[in-house]
């Protein structure tokens, strides 16, 4: 009896379990809280990409007066007008509208280029696609607020977030050799 094939099983079987246990646990964490669910009281400002996750999930929350806030100078002027020119429950329902697909996000390529000046990458993957973001933050008065927001590219993956990129072969019953 060979016993190559039963323990090529029984390491596949115990690799399975392992990733159905780990899958599940961050199943129920996302289920839980989500970007868009983050605790916007527990994010301090002085923290810069503390600052894109209260932007983000004020979004999320249709919250324009919190999502205003991360920002500062002219494109908070330019924000503040768009939102002011249409009813609260407009506003509300466009932030949440923009975010509403949100999977994820990231930061990277943080430069800090002055005392207070620092600028980073912003990506947010969303069900069909990905948007990227050139954010430059400024500090003042020990707060940092976002000053631009320069758009980079947007890009629609091969497969959707969230589609399985596999199928599970079943088992005929046959054993190996």
Not at 24 to 51: A, F, G
Not at 127 to 151: C, N, Q, Y
Request: charge should be positive.
């Amino acid at each position: 009896m060979n016993s190559k094939p039963a323990l090529r099983k029984l390491l596949a079987l115990a690799v399975t379990i392992v990733i159905v246990g780990v899958g599940t646990v961050v199943l129920r964490q996302n289920s839980t809280e989500s970007p868009k669910s983050s605790r916007i009281n527990s994010i301090q400002e002085s923290d810069p990409e503390r600052v894109i996750a209260k932007m983000l999930t004020a979004a999320g929350r249709g919250d324009a007066a919190t999502y205003l806030d991360c920002f500062q100078g002219a494109l908070r002027e330019t924000l503040a007008r768009r939102l002011e020119s249409i009813s609260k429950k407009t506003a509300a329902t466009e932030l949440r509208n923009s975010e509403q697909d949100l999977k994820n996000y990231v930061t990277t390529d943080s430069e800090l280029t002055a005392d207070d000046e620092i600028t980073l990458v912003l990506e947010r993957t969303y069900s069909d696609f990905k948007k990227r973001h050139r954010v430059k933050l400024l500090r003042s008065a020990g707060d940092w607020k976002i000053v631009e927001l320069t758009p980079l590219d947007r890009s629609a993956p091969r497969i959707s977030y969230g589609t399985p990129v596999f199928t599970p072969v079943e088992d005929s019953g046959s054993t190996e050799n």
